[in-house]
């Protein structure tokens, strides 16, 4: 059972960087077999894929926001992180982590994070 948490400031301001981590227990990340995705769902919106790391580090990205973002991770902390650039209003959303098999279904949910973007 993998078990993940989000972390990060809820309230960012335009124009700068959203920034959040995501702690993963249950089993180490290095070596895993599950890649460590991101997805977010706006307010009365639906949920929207970001991007995912494999365990090798290679990274897909949503197109709609691949000059944006970048997800990384740290395999000595157990976690992963996302960096979202230049946000605007409609990046507030609640951020979730995931777990996300090799058919790119999602096996496990962090219990997300609300980040709102607002001056």
């Known amino acids: 059972q993998v078990q993940l948490q989000e972390s990060g400031p809820g309230l960012v301001k335009p124009s700068q960087t959203l920034s959040l981590t995501c702690a993963v227990g249950?089993?180490?990340?290095?070596?895993?077999?599950?890649?460590w995705g991101w997805i977010r769902q706006p307010p009365e919106k639906g949920l929207e894929w970001m991007g995912m790391i494999g365990s090798d580090g290679e990274t897909y990205y949503s197109p709609s926001l691949e000059r944006r973002i970048v997800i990384s991770m740290d395999t000595s902390k157990n976690q992963f992180s996302l960096q979202l650039d230049s946000v605007t209003p409609e990046d507030t959303a609640v951020y979730y982590c995931a777990a996300v098999g090799s058919t790119w279904e999602i096996n496990f949910w962090g219990q997300g994070t609300q980040v709102t973007v607002s001056s």
């Open positions: 249950g089993g180490s990340m290095r070596g895993s077999w599950y890649a």
